[in-house]
T-cell receptor, first 111, second 116 residues
């Protein structure tokens, strides 16, 4: 079992839809959780990060962490065609540890 | 300011040849990371530099892979005797400190390597 599992996708939704992207993890040492967005032929860019269980909101994006279930989610409200990209979850156990990424899910938002 | 840059952006090589991939991190960033992104495999960590030292090289897949960093800045990833399974996008990232939990990694655009 990989340390981080992410829904494989791809995912296609109409403009304006609410999108839910999910990752599960097995390493209970993970304490720092991130979502990266990667446009085609570009490097990933940090979208959101959170430390603790609960929700963190930034505009149309909400990151949710449930440490007891080892489950994280990214919600996108009022999705736009410009949100079409690959979304990768990433996690880190400690200050000296590497980032462990999910495989990524490709989202397409249809106008 | 300038972001992380990588060169070349694309590299096509023949099986058995050596290749060198270059990464220029953001100025002042002490930490530098190499990742490999293959279709269906996500981002795989290869190696991490703090300054010119590599405290974690656990992700290098074989002894054909090596990396160095000089002057606390530019890094080169070398793949010797390339194999077809080395075909992937090689991504470099840098961060300001590297040793803090919240340190953000900034990625370059990657080098797309194709081994024929």
């Amino acid at each position: 079992q990989k340390e981080v599992e992410q829904d494989p996708g791809p995912l296609s939704v109409p403009e304006g839809a609410i999108v839910s992207l999910n990752c599960t993890y097995s390493n209970s040492a993970f304490q720092y959780f991130m979502w990266y967005r990667q446009y085609s032929r570009k490097g990933p860019e940090l979208l959101m990060y959170t430390y603790s269980s609960g929700n963190k909101e930034d505009g149309r994006f909400t990151a949710q962490v449930d440490k007891s279930s080892k489950y994280i989610s990214l919600f996108i409200r009022d999705s736009q065609p410009s949100d079409s990209a690959t979304y990768l979850c990433a996690m880190r156990a400690g200050a000296n540890s590497k980032l462990t990424f999910g495989k990524g899910i490709t989202l397409s938002v249809r106008p | 300011g300038a972001g992380v840059s990588q060169s070349p952006s694309n590299k096509v090589t023949e099986k058995g040849k050596d290749v060198e991939l270059r990464c220029d991190p953001i100025s002042g960033h002490t930490a530098l990371y190499w990742y490999r992104q293959s279709l269906g495999q996500g981002l795989e960590f290869l190696i991490y530099f703090q300054g010119n030292s590599a405290p974690d090289k656990s992700g290098l897949p074989s002894d054909r892979f090596s990396a160095e960093r000089t002057g606390g800045s530019v890094s080169t990833l070398t793949i010797q005797r390339t194999q077809q399974e080395d075909s992937a996008v090689y991504l470099c990232a840098s961060s300001l400190y590297g040793l803090q939990l919240t340190d953000t990694q900034y990625f370059g655009p990657g080098t797309r390597l194709t081994v024929l």
